[in-house]
């Protein structure tokens, strides 16, 4: 069994299945057998979404999720170029379009070092949640875990 606390996932997808299941670890505790730490922080990511999906009344509507990463020090950065080659075709499969990516030089106001930062464009909620349940994906997905030691995901509407 993978103990969440003590895995090897990033810092925020350990917090984010704390919070979905709450102390009681036990429903973990087969899934854990089966998929490992990168499949716990997969399934992290379809709950997120699946959140994000029953709180959205504009289910339809084009959206950005904008997406910060820390990367591990032994070779995270490198791990995760071999994730975005794997992830790319995938993104645009689902419709998903990435823009322009920024490493982040020097935070003036507040504390924020992340390494790389970016948006992805989706065409509405279906198609961001689609990506995860792509068995292709699914497949590739580890990538990431292995190169992050930090992310965070926070949706965004374009003002008009």
Not at 23 to 38: C, F, M
């Amino acid at each position: 069994m993978i103990d969440v606390r003590r895995a090897n996932l990033a810092t925020s997808d350990a917090e984010c299945i704390l919070r979905s299941v709450g102390s009681n670890l036990e429903p973990l505790t087969a899934i854990s057998r089966e998929v490992g730490a990168a499949g716990l922080s997969l399934l992290c990511v379809m709950l997120a979404a699946s959140a994000v999906s029953a709180q959205d009344d504009q289910e339809s509507e084009p959206f950005y999720m904008f997406n910060a990463l820390w990367f591990r020090e032994d070779g995270g950065a490198q791990k995760y170029s071999e994730y975005l080659q794997a992830a790319g075709p995938f993104v645009s499969k689902h419709g998903g379009q990435v823009n322009d990516t920024y490493a982040p030089e020097q935070a003036l106001i507040g504390e924020f070092d992340a390494d790389l930062v970016f948006f992805v464009e989706w065409p509405n909620q279906e198609a961001f949640t689609s990506l995860f349940q792509d068995p292709g994906y699914q497949a590739i997905a580890h990538l990431r875990e292995e190169a992050i030691v930090n992310s965070l995901l926070i949706r965004f509407r374009k003002l008009p």
